[in-house]
């Protein structure tokens, strides 16, 4: 089936660094979103992607629809320590299917 | 901002019993979800339902588990016979629209069996 493989696993990172991560798969995706989830919380909507190609940015967040429609990047700017969390890419399977895959996650720790 | 909630935030049960887990999803939207996240592991599609009916379900979905959406403005999931795998983190999420396709989520509700 329809994977996400989310890299680096985690990060650890000084405050006001950047921050770049990535989405992969092995098939195509037409919509890919980046979600970022807190301990104890539900995954919060950071961006959603919906042409190739499209770059498209929240505040400090930016991410991109690859051209080939089978990867995606998010990238953080000036990390702050409220950045710390689970960073999800999501996707909607092929085929009309309503049901998203996740990534596993790529785990973002900010020391101050 | 419209926001999708879930009660109860927290439930303790033991095994064998049934739980019921509510949403209120955003009031315009007309898809709604659940996923589930076993701890430390990423989200998973439980199940997805429109227009009263369930449009399509993962095999995790099996017969212990049914969605209702009781009025118009809760959507319920219940776990009829509670196993101690069934221990997670359970999201509802809704969607204004299919094609539009971003699904905002809840907070969750933290179900532990024992």
């Known amino acids: 089936g329809q994977q996400l493989n989310q890299s680096p696993q985690s990060m650890f990172i000084q405050e006001g660094e950047d921050v770049s991560m990535n989405c992969t798969s092995s098939?195509?995706?037409?919509?890919w979103l980046w979600y970022k989830q807190d301990p104890g919380e539900g995954p919060v909507l950071l961006i959603a992607l919906y042409k190739a190609g499209e770059l498209t940015s929240n505040g400090r967040l930016t991410a991109q629809f690859g051209i080939t429609r089978k990867d995606s990047f998010l990238n953080i700017s000036a990390s702050i320590p409220s950045d710390v969390g689970i960073y999800f890419c999501a996707g909607p399977l092929q085929g009309g299917s309503e049901k998203l895959v996740f990534g596993k996650g790529t785990k973002l720790t900010v020391n101050p | 901002e419209p926001e999708v909630t879930q009660t109860p935030s927290h439930q303790v049960t033991q095994m064998g019993q049934e739980v019921i887990l509510r949403c209120v999803p955003i009031?315009?939207?007309?898809?709604f979800y659940w996923y589930r996240q076993i701890l430390g592991q990423k989200v998973e599609f439980l199940v997805s339902?429109?227009?009263?009916?369930?449009?399509?379900k993962s095999e995790i979905f099996d017969d212990q588990f049914s969605v209702e959406r009781p009025d118009g403005s809760n959507f319920t999931l219940k776990i009829r016979s509670t196993k101690l795998e069934d221990s997670a983190m359970y999201f509802c999420?809704?969607?204004?629209?299919?094609?539009?396709?971003?699904?905002?989520f809840g907070p969750g509700t933290r179900l532990l069996v024992l």
């Open positions: 999420a809704s969607s204004r629209d299919r094609a539009e396709e971003t699904q905002y």
């Open positions: 098939s195509i995706f037409n919509t």
């Open positions: 009031s315009n939207h007309l898809y």
């Open positions: 339902f429109y227009n009263n009916e369930i449009s399509e």
